[in-house]
């Protein structure tokens, strides 16, 4: 009997001893060539980027994958505790794997059912990370022996972690931080033990227990959950109760507002963020990294960008006074079937303009057509527009503009999706609906800070949603006259001054396609007169001229160094703007006019940082002198050097910023930006046939621009200039902008003096003269003219009495000459004077 139980112990042992070889045999086999799990220990999930205004409010997400990774201290013991309940109760025990559960797997599989689960917190990141998802014995295998190399690798927090930033909850949420966002618009330390609950019951099935479409089923697997939690220790009975009695309240059920509805949409600024990022940085890096983005935004700015470009925008489209047809149309049976909701809801349409609302048709009246309106809930009566709040729009029939429509029926159909705003009485109460239009004609709109480069304000179009075509960086464009002070920049660095004499008067250049005849706006000549006055009137024949001078090389050279053109071919037309940049370009080029002529580079991004919180981008390299020490000596403060380098000459940007105010306060900009009545530089431009109209201007603070025209060039029509287009458009902006702005004063160069100039003859007046013909000019120290002398004049000219008499050699008049509303006699053999340091003589 004894050697009869040795025997069976014998086999028992080497049956065991066997068993054993072969599960190592498995797990060898199924060990060799597996992932490694110790890249795990330096896990960065794919994160979302979030954008911040100046202010610190979240304007936009940039992502992927819809996550937010929390670091393992910050995850509330709550959440750990809801999930360890949902997933794994015994995770805090195991060494990464259920044996039990195994077990029952295993018989499962022996008796041909579906194999079931069984995978730990442990085994479940092993599948989510390296492995697929398939439900195959040999992935099971694998997955069990690098969960046990995981739990040797990693601490159980670690672990947990991975699990929980990992693991996808429905609705486009990776990771419990975004789900705690997308469901109740929380942070993790704000869930309740209920809710914690829900999002621990989601990861088996996410589609199938929507807080709202399966509300009942929602709610069983929370409760299942909650009573997992307290069998556990985890919350108490009473906490129990009190929380499965509770209803389930979410965002998607609208109990809560959503994260994004407190978010503005997408807009030109956030979208040229994501441009300009994903070239300095990369997109995979922008998309997934977890970035934090502090953007220069300021978002009264940007609103106030936004309202004065549109109001310019509508205003010109209703001059013109021609109805375009709708925005889409829905099939009336499809709007009988499916409801005008529903039907509108799966069209995407602009959403983003203030005020504004998409609109349905559904019945057409006499007077009338009753609408239903995108995100306004109906009233008994319904919404009604009558065709009178149309009155502008002139329809088209069979390719011609008819008359004014007098019925509904004229304009609109059943089934036209149009826009419409609230029109509302002075006391706030609604009054009526008002049809609305996205004009065709364009434009843009920016705003930076002249001394950091920070752009404040940047709208690239009518509406984003509509158009996401950025036309203050991706439209080029010719900017016409308002290139011109880079020509005069060039010239008062050349030797001229603001009071030098210039001749208006016709000019003639041989160019390989022919002579060249340039003109005036006015297709006037107006004969000698100061460089300001080139400037201020916009003379197109004084700036040819003075670049005939300098040469156009020293003009595209200033072009060039401030950025406006690459390369600019030495064409003379280009001095009157023939070229094609950027407003982005021409706005942080006058940015250097107003700072005083150091160089600064426009950005919308201050600052960028990893997850981690680590700098990997900064805008602003000036030096804070001091900053670095741990201590401060007495009197002696930390402060901050500027190190941007000088590209003009101070004396030179003052005399340009000076020359620049006159064409707002009397010149081309005067009836629409002069009626700021502060001291703002700007310059319009106007090319060919009304084609493009700009205008930039700054202050001493801030430099911003517009631009104005078709996305295919054509004219515009009569009277669109700059300064009648973005002229009310710049004066709009910096009416919200210079609230609070400060002093307008220029700094003024050192060893320079202002002396009194006649701005209509040139002259040197007297210190104390006055009047509207006065003004200071600003003149090197020992350079400047003495009183009674004129401006300088490269090319020559005479003198007779008092009258300063300037014309080319060869094209003095004969007879007489008006100047300056007279007429005056010239001899018949004038003398020509000579040029010298104050004037000529």
């Known amino acids: 009997m004894l050697r009869f139980f040795g025997f069976i112990f014998s086999l028992l042992t080497i049956g065991v001893f066997v068993a054993a070889g072969s599960v190592a045999l498995v797990f060898w086999m199924y060990g060799r060539d597996l992932p490694s799990h110790e890249q795990l220990a330096e896990y960065a999930p794919a994160n979302l980027s979030r954008v911040y205004s100046r202010e610190g409010r979240v304007v936009d997400e940039f992502a992927t994958q819809r996550r937010m990774y929390t670091p393992p201290d910050e995850i509330p013991p709550l959440v750990k505790h809801a999930f360890i309940s949902a997933e794994d109760k015994?995770?805090?025990?195991?060494?990464?794997?259920?044996?039990?559960?195994?077990?029952?797997a295993v018989v499962d599989a022996a008796q041909g059912q579906r194999l079931r689960g069984a995978s730990t917190i442990t085994q479940q990141v092993m599948k989510n990370f390296l492995l697929t998802g398939d439900r195959k014995m040999e992935r099971k295998i694998k997955e069990i022996i690098l969960a046990t190399r995981l739990e040797q690798t990693l601490d159980k927090e670690q672990i947990l972690a991975l699990y929980l930033n990992e693991i996808f909850l429905g609705q486009n949420s990776y990771g419990i931080t975004a789900a705690a966002e997308t469901y109740f618009n929380k942070t993790l330390e704000e869930l309740t033990p209920g809710e914690a609950a829900y999002l621990a019951s989601l990861p088996k099935a996410p589609s199938d227990r929507h807080p709202v479409r399966d509300y009942d089923t929602a709610v069983f697997w929370r409760d299942n959950t909650l009573r997992e939690m307290a069998e556990n220790g985890y919350i108490s009975s009473e906490t129990y109760l009190r929380e499965k009695e509770l209803p389930l309240k979410t965002v998607q059920s609208g109990d809560y507002p959503s994260s994004r509805s407190e978010m503005p949409p997408r807009d030109y600024f956030t979208d040229e963020i994501r441009r300009q990022l994903s070239d300095r940085l990369g997109e995979e890096k922008l998309f997934t990294g977890g970035l934090s983005i502090r953007s220069t935004m300021d978002p009264t700015l940007q609103a106030a960008a936004a309202q004065a470009l549109r109001d310019r925008l509508e205003e010109y489209d209703r001059g013109i006074g021609i109805y375009r047809g709708p925005l889409e149309t829905i099939a009336p049976e499809k709007l009988a079937e499916d409801g005008w909701r529903d039907a509108m809801a799966g069209i995407f349409l602009p959403r983003d303009i203030e005020g504004w609302h998409p609109a349905v048709i559904l019945e057409v009246g006499e007077t009338s057509a009753r609408i239903g309106i995108d995100g306004v809930e109906d009233d008994e009566d319904g919404h009604f527009l009558n065709v009178a709040e149309a009155a502008w729009a002139r329809?088209?029939?069979?390719?011609?503009?008819?008359?004014?429509?007098?019925?509904?029926?004229?304009?609109?159909?059943?089934?036209?999706?149009?826009?419409?705003?609230?029109?509302?009485?002075?006391?706030?109460?609604?009054e009526k609906w008002t049809y609305r239009q996205i004009p065709e004609l364009q434009g843009a709109f920016m705003a930076m800070d002249t001394q950091t480069g920070r752009v404040l304000a940047m709208q690239g179009g009518f509406s984003y949603q509509s158009s996401v075509f950025n036309r203050a960086t991706q439209a080029t464009r010719q900017p016409g006259s308002s290139f011109k002070p880079f020509?005069?920049?060039?010239?008062?660095?050349?030797?001229?001054?603001?009071?030098?004499?210039?001749?208006?008067?016709?000019?003639?250049?041989?160019?390989?396609?022919?002579?060249?005849?340039?003109?005036?706006?006015?297709?006037?000549?107006?004969?000698?007169?100061?460089?300001?006055?080139?400037?201020?009137?916009?003379?197109?024949?004084?700036?040819?001229?003075?670049?005939?001078?300098?040469?156009?090389?020293?003009?595209?050279?200033?072009?060039?160094?401030?950025?406006?053109?690459?390369?600019?071919?030495?064409?003379?037309?280009?001095?009157?703007?023939?070229?094609?940049?950027?407003?982005?370009?021409?706005?942080?080029?006058?940015?250097?006019?107003?700072?005083?002529g150091k160089r600064v580079e426009p950005t919308l991004v201050d600052r960028v940082q990893d997850r981690n919180g680590n700098t990997i981008y900064r805008h602003d390299r000036r030096e804070c002198v001091d900053c670095q020490s741990d201590t401060l000596l007495e009197a002696r403060e930390p402060r901050v050097y500027n190190n941007s380098q000088q590209i003009m000459d101070p004396v030179t940007a003052y005399q340009l910023s000076s020359m620049m105010r006159g064409v707002v306060s009397r010149g081309t900009a005067a009836s629409t930006v002069g009626k700021?009545?502060?001291?703002?530089?700007?310059?319009?431009?106007?090319?060919?046939?009304?084609k493009d109209a700009w205008f930039v201007g700054f202050t001493p603070r801030i430099a911003a621009g517009c631009y104005i025209g078709f996305d295919t060039p054509r004219p515009m029509g009569r009277g669109a200039y700059g300064g009648t287009l973005c002229g009310p458009v710049f004066r709009d902006f910096m009416e919200v902008a210079l609230e609070g702005h400060g002093s307008f004063d220029l700094p003024r160069p050192a060893n320079t003096v202002l002396v009194k100039i006649d701005r209509f003859t040139g002259q040197r007046l007297p210190d104390g003269a006055s009047g509207s013909h006065v003004v200071a000019e600003l003149f090197r120290a020992g350079e400047e003219p003495r009183v009674g002398e004129y401006g300088?004049?490269?090319?020559?000219?005479?003198?007779?009495?008092?009258?300063?008499?300037?014309?080319?050699?060869?094209?003095?008049?004969?007879?007489?000459?008006?100047v300056q509303g007279r007429t005056v006699e010239v001899p018949s053999n004038p003398t020509f004077g000579t040029m010298s340091s104050g004037g000529l003589y």
């Open 90 to 104: 015994n995770f805090y025990t195991h060494v990464g794997f259920d044996i039990v559960g195994i077990g029952k």
């Open 395 to 430: 329809p088209r029939r069979d390719g011609r503009v008819q008359g004014k429509a007098t019925k509904p029926a004229d304009l609109w159909s059943v089934g036209d999706i149009i826009m419409v705003s609230a029109v509302t009485a002075e006391d706030g109460t609604f």
């Open 487 to 596: 020509v005069y920049a060039a010239a008062l660095d050349s030797g001229y001054t603001p009071a030098s004499i210039v001749v208006d008067a016709p000019v003639e250049v041989e160019t390989g396609a022919g002579i060249w005849r340039p003109k005036n706006s006015s297709n006037k000549f107006y004969g000698p007169a100061p460089m300001r006055t080139g400037i201020e009137q916009s003379r197109n024949l004084m700036t040819v001229r003075i670049a005939q001078d300098i040469g156009m090389e020293r003009v595209g050279d200033y072009a060039e160094r401030f950025g406006v053109y690459e390369n600019m071919p030495n064409i003379l037309s280009y001095s009157l703007g023939a070229g094609e940049t950027t407003l982005y370009k021409m706005v942080a080029a006058y940015a250097m006019f107003a700072n005083g």
């Open 676 to 690: 700021l009545g502060v001291p703002i530089s700007g310059k319009t431009g106007t090319t060919n046939d009304s």
């Open 792 to 818: 300088a004049y490269v090319d020559g000219g005479f003198v007779m009495g008092n009258d300063l008499l300037l014309f080319e050699r060869g094209e003095v008049p004969t007879e007489t000459i008006n």
